[in-house]
């Protein structure tokens, strides 16, 4: 009989733990919840006050036989899922399951996976704690409810096969707002004037001065006549202030600080920096890393000190304790950071080693000494003007944790004048006029989101916690309502007037403006769907409101409220609005915009979202013709496509000309533009438009399609036609009945007869089900 039963709910973090304990322990995996709501059956008891009906689902029943069995032979069951609510949850769950006794079973947490945690976890084992279980089980229900009866919703009033998420639809609705900003935004002119100006040095060589203006000039000709205004003009300095700064450190991170650097410095997606660190987690590298606290033990603190010292000195080492400012920060009790902080780096693969040392160097950077820096500003006056220049250098005299690590920003647009030094200058010092150039700027439009930015919105707005922002931010992209992408800029004329040697020079130049690179846009179906749900549901998507539920989970998980009080007054007032969504009728389709009349023949031309995604209708299902239908082309807007260009879709499909005696037509679909030839239809590249194909580059991509089909049947047999022999991806291999088999490298495959094949697929067969 095993002694002691351990259960994690992962196999890599099951094998970590199992090198720390003794041969009187075995330890298994859960592989997650074992059990879960149904998936596609309500399975709320709304007149049960609200109780959920759990179920194992199929591809767990074989994996809770063997825990029922091994729990059954052991002395003592220790429980041993994460210490966030979810992990707490899946304990409850294993010991209502496993049908655990309390004198057998025991639940154990740990932040971080090391020997001396693990052991002193299992010297201080606790109860299940069920006011966080049933902080979980208000959110699983609260999102089950809002998910069930909204989607039905979104059905019938705005296209098939549509879902919705109580903080999914918070963050789509911050995409779609942002891009009308962005959309309703005007831009503004103005000129930055910067001079130069010539000093000697410390050893009396000329150096330059830069300088700025200390305002901005509105117009083209404020800053013709300010130029004109310094011809002759005399420069000198009027005042030097020169003050010491310090910059101090930033905490450790949270999960969302981590997301956010991350993405920043290294260009990890928020879901990758997640599974990474839950494989550094699991591997007992890191601590835990679903947390909103920036707290660090004593261990961590002195170990940091301790590596401090060892690298760089005495003088770099600066305790410090942090305090978490998140409202309802209980996820975990210490930031994420190494376990062991003399390792300055892993043994491990690039993303993860990428990933550890940026957090070694943020837990590190915290507990060292400020940086100190000197800035100087030098204000030079302009004869017979009240306008002054200024010049500011700076330079760091003391690099204190600047040494290891510099936290970054979405918008960075660091100083340029960080890290330089002016030469000397005097109070009431001449200076040499170099030229002057009035620059023509313009105001910038808000940034879009990109999923770190998006992170800090929701945290500053209280809404999700740790556990969420990843699974938010991958839900609303697969959901298409929101797509990662990149936008290519555009092309900008801007002026600069110049003065120099006594001459005023006006030129236009070009720039290039707005690109995006991986940012968040919303998709027509985004937006119509936030648009209906703000109409109808407009507490659903109210920050407040989702910030304020967050607050209620808190109070259930500190055990101040109950968890079936909250999702009743909840639903008493959703479910009503949700009859009242549905009895609506309205005379145009949700999101439906009419753009105009086709000129030639009169018929109403609108655009609203179809069955496959938005499309341009031509007429209306009343009219005796039947109405014509076109997608959006890539990079059109329901929002903001024109009358002119949607009656420019309905050029396609137009024949291009004979091929082999059959039409060679070009169109677009579902999936993009396309060539149509004898039934068979060929993609086109992005660098063929379909309004401008010849028949000759048509012609060329059916025989190239055709092509690379030949080149991918090997081999038929007559007397077993459902076996082929094909050339994939990944060479070739035997097609039969749906599945496939792999053909070694050192056969070659134009040699297998039937009877080799049957022979191959057989042991593949046979080494499939022993694995089983």
């Given at each position: 009989m095993q002694k002691n039963l351990v259960i994690v709910e992962s196999p890599a973090k099951a094998k970590t733990i199992e090198k720390f304990l003794g041969k009187d322990y075995k330890v298994l995996s859960s592989y997650g919840h074992i059990r879960d709501l149904k998936k596609k059956e309500f399975s709320i008891d709304i007149a049960k006050n609200f109780t959920p009906d759990y179920e194992i689902p199929a591809d767990k029943k074989t994996l809770v036989n063997t825990l029922k069995a091994e729990a059954k032979g052991a002395n003592t069951v220790?429980?041993?899922?994460?210490?966030?609510?979810?992990?707490?949850?899946?304990?409850?769950?294993?010991?209502?399951?496993?049908?655990?006794?309390?004198?057998?079973?025991?639940?154990i947490v740990f932040h971080e996976i090391t020997k001396s945690a693990i052991l002193n976890a299992i010297e201080h084992p606790r109860d299940i704690d069920i006011n966080l279980v049933n902080a979980q089980q208000a959110r699983r229900v609260l999102d089950r409810i809002v998910g069930f009866e909204l989607s039905p919703v979104l059905w019938r009033k705005v296209k098939p096969a549509l879902s919705a998420g109580r903080v999914q639809s918070v963050a789509v609705r911050l995409i779609v707002e942002r891009e009308r900003e962005i959309a309703a935004f005007k831009t503004e002119a103005s000129y930055r004037v910067t001079a130069l100006f010539t000093v000697p040095d410390e050893k009396g060589k000329p150096t330059e001065v830069r300088a700025d203006l200390n305002r901005r000039i509105k117009t083209k000709a404020e800053a013709e006549a300010f130029l004109r205004a310094c011809l002759g003009a005399e420069?000198?300095?009027?005042?030097?202030?020169?003050?010491?700064?310090?910059?101090?450190?930033?905490p450790p991170f949270t999960t969302s600080t981590l997301q956010q650097e991350a993405a920043r410095k290294l260009g990890y997606t928020v879901a990758q920096t997640m599974r990474v660190a839950q494989k550094l987690y699991e591997s007992g590298l890191i601590t835990y890393m679903r947390t909103d606290s920036v707290n660090l033990s004593n261990y961590a603190m002195q170990g940091s000190q301790e590596a401090i010292r060892h690298l760089m000195g005495e003088r770099y080492v600066h305790p410090r304790h942090f305090h978490t400012k998140t409202k309802g920060a209980q996820e975990a009790h210490e930031a994420?950071?190494?376990?062991?902080?003399?390792?300055?780096?892993?043994?491990?693969?690039?993303?993860?080693?990428?990933?550890?040392?940026?957090?070694?160097?943020?837990?590190?950077?915290?507990?060292?000494?400020?940086?100190?820096?000197?800035?100087?500003?030098?204000?030079?006056?302009?004869?017979?003007?009240?306008?002054?220049?200024?010049?500011?250098g700076e330079i760091i005299k003391f690099d204190g944790f600047l040494r290891v690590y510099r936290e970054s920003h979405d918008?960075?647009?660091?100083?340029?004048?960080?890290?330089?030094?002016?030469?000397?200058?005097?109070?009431?010092?001449?200076?040499?006029?170099g030229p002057i150039t009035a620059t023509e700027r313009f105001s910038q439009r808000p940034p879009r989101y990109t999923e770190a930015s998006l992170v800090r919105k929701l945290e500053e707005l209280g809404i999700g916690r740790p556990s969420t922002y990843a699974p938010t931010i991958s839900t609303i992209q697969q959901r298409e309502y929101v797509e990662k992408g990149n936008r290519e800029g555009e092309e900008r004329s801007f002026n600069v007037l110049t003065l120099k040697d006594g001459k005023l020079r006006d030129e236009t130049c070009v720039e290039t403006t707005g690109a995006e690179k991986s940012k968040l846009f919303p998709t027509d179906t985004g937006t119509v769907v936030n648009d209906f749900l703000t109409e109808y549901f407009p507490d659903i998507l109210d920050y407040n409101f989702t910030a304020s539920v967050e607050k209620e989970f808190d109070e259930v998980a500190d055990g101040e409220a109950q968890w079936t009080t909250i999702i009743k007054r909840f639903y008493d007032k959703f479910h009503p609005s949700v009859e009242n969504a549905l009895s609506v009728k309205r005379e145009h389709k949700v999101g439906e915009r009419l753009l105009g009349n086709d000129p030639a023949t009169g018929r109403a031309i609108s655009v609203k979202i179809g069955r496959f995604g938005p499309v341009v209708?031509?007429?209306?299902?009343?009219?005796?013709?039947?109405?014509?239908?076109?997608?959006?082309?890539?990079?059109?807007?329901?929002?903001?496509?024109?009358?002119?260009?949607?009656?420019?879709?309905?050029?396609?499909?137009?024949?291009?000309?004979e091929f082999e005696g059959k039409t060679v037509s070009v169109g677009v679909g579902r999936f993009g533009p396309y060539v149509l030839h004898n039934k068979v239809y060929v993609s086109l590249p992005k660098t063929l438009d379909p309004m401008a194909i010849t028949l000759d580059e048509a012609e060329a991509l059916i025989l190239d399609k055709r092509a690379k089909e030949a080149a991918r049947h090997i081999k038929t047999f007559e007397e077993e036609p459902e076996m082929e022999i094909l050339n994939g991806r990944f060479g070739p291999y035997i097609a039969y009945k749906g599945s496939n088999f792999k053909i070694p490298k050192s056969i070659v495959p134009e040699s297998l007869d039937l009877a080799a094949c049957m022979e191959l697929i057989k042991g593949q067969e046979g080494k499939k089900k022993k694995t089983k």
């Amino acid at each position: 009989m095993q002694k002691n039963l351990v259960i994690v709910e992962s196999p890599a973090k099951a094998k970590t733990i199992e090198k720390f304990l003794g041969k009187d322990y075995k330890v298994l995996s859960s592989y997650g919840h074992i059990r879960d709501l149904k998936k596609k059956e309500f399975s709320i008891d709304i007149a049960k006050n609200f109780t959920p009906d759990y179920e194992i689902p199929a591809d767990k029943k074989t994996l809770v036989n063997t825990l029922k069995a091994e729990a059954k032979g052991a002395n003592t069951v220790w429980l041993a899922s994460d210490e966030d609510r979810e992990g707490e949850a899946i304990a409850w769950h294993l010991y209502e399951v496993l049908q655990l006794k309390p004198e057998h079973a025991r639940r154990i947490v740990f932040h971080e996976i090391t020997k001396s945690a693990i052991l002193n976890a299992i010297e201080h084992p606790r109860d299940i704690d069920i006011n966080l279980v049933n902080a979980q089980q208000a959110r699983r229900v609260l999102d089950r409810i809002v998910g069930f009866e909204l989607s039905p919703v979104l059905w019938r009033k705005v296209k098939p096969a549509l879902s919705a998420g109580r903080v999914q639809s918070v963050a789509v609705r911050l995409i779609v707002e942002r891009e009308r900003e962005i959309a309703a935004f005007k831009t503004e002119a103005s000129y930055r004037v910067t001079a130069l100006f010539t000093v000697p040095d410390e050893k009396g060589k000329p150096t330059e001065v830069r300088a700025d203006l200390n305002r901005r000039i509105k117009t083209k000709a404020e800053a013709e006549a300010f130029l004109r205004a310094c011809l002759g003009a005399e420069f000198s300095i009027e005042d030097i202030t020169t003050r010491p700064i310090k910059k101090s450190p930033a905490p450790p991170f949270t999960t969302s600080t981590l997301q956010q650097e991350a993405a920043r410095k290294l260009g990890y997606t928020v879901a990758q920096t997640m599974r990474v660190a839950q494989k550094l987690y699991e591997s007992g590298l890191i601590t835990y890393m679903r947390t909103d606290s920036v707290n660090l033990s004593n261990y961590a603190m002195q170990g940091s000190q301790e590596a401090i010292r060892h690298l760089m000195g005495e003088r770099y080492v600066h305790p410090r304790h942090f305090h978490t400012k998140t409202k309802g920060a209980q996820e975990a009790h210490e930031a994420i950071r190494p376990t062991y902080m003399e390792n300055a780096s892993i043994d491990a693969a690039p993303q993860e080693k990428r990933l550890y040392e940026l957090i070694w160097k943020r837990t590190i950077a915290s507990q060292m000494a400020d940086a100190e820096l000197e800035k100087t500003t030098a204000t030079i006056a302009i004869s017979g003007s009240d306008d002054r220049f200024s010049a500011v250098g700076e330079i760091i005299k003391f690099d204190g944790f600047l040494r290891v690590y510099r936290e970054s920003h979405d918008d960075d647009n660091e100083a340029e004048d960080e890290g330089h030094l002016l030469p000397p200058l005097a109070k009431g010092q001449k200076l040499e006029q170099g030229p002057i150039t009035a620059t023509e700027r313009f105001s910038q439009r808000p940034p879009r989101y990109t999923e770190a930015s998006l992170v800090r919105k929701l945290e500053e707005l209280g809404i999700g916690r740790p556990s969420t922002y990843a699974p938010t931010i991958s839900t609303i992209q697969q959901r298409e309502y929101v797509e990662k992408g990149n936008r290519e800029g555009e092309e900008r004329s801007f002026n600069v007037l110049t003065l120099k040697d006594g001459k005023l020079r006006d030129e236009t130049c070009v720039e290039t403006t707005g690109a995006e690179k991986s940012k968040l846009f919303p998709t027509d179906t985004g937006t119509v769907v936030n648009d209906f749900l703000t109409e109808y549901f407009p507490d659903i998507l109210d920050y407040n409101f989702t910030a304020s539920v967050e607050k209620e989970f808190d109070e259930v998980a500190d055990g101040e409220a109950q968890w079936t009080t909250i999702i009743k007054r909840f639903y008493d007032k959703f479910h009503p609005s949700v009859e009242n969504a549905l009895s609506v009728k309205r005379e145009h389709k949700v999101g439906e915009r009419l753009l105009g009349n086709d000129p030639a023949t009169g018929r109403a031309i609108s655009v609203k979202i179809g069955r496959f995604g938005p499309v341009v209708q031509v007429g209306t299902s009343e009219d005796e013709e039947k109405p014509r239908f076109s997608p959006l082309k890539k990079g059109q807007s329901m929002e903001t496509i024109t009358l002119e260009e949607a009656i420019e879709l309905f050029k396609l499909p137009r024949t291009l000309g004979e091929f082999e005696g059959k039409t060679v037509s070009v169109g677009v679909g579902r999936f993009g533009p396309y060539v149509l030839h004898n039934k068979v239809y060929v993609s086109l590249p992005k660098t063929l438009d379909p309004m401008a194909i010849t028949l000759d580059e048509a012609e060329a991509l059916i025989l190239d399609k055709r092509a690379k089909e030949a080149a991918r049947h090997i081999k038929t047999f007559e007397e077993e036609p459902e076996m082929e022999i094909l050339n994939g991806r990944f060479g070739p291999y035997i097609a039969y009945k749906g599945s496939n088999f792999k053909i070694p490298k050192s056969i070659v495959p134009e040699s297998l007869d039937l009877a080799a094949c049957m022979e191959l697929i057989k042991g593949q067969e046979g080494k499939k089900k022993k694995t089983k």
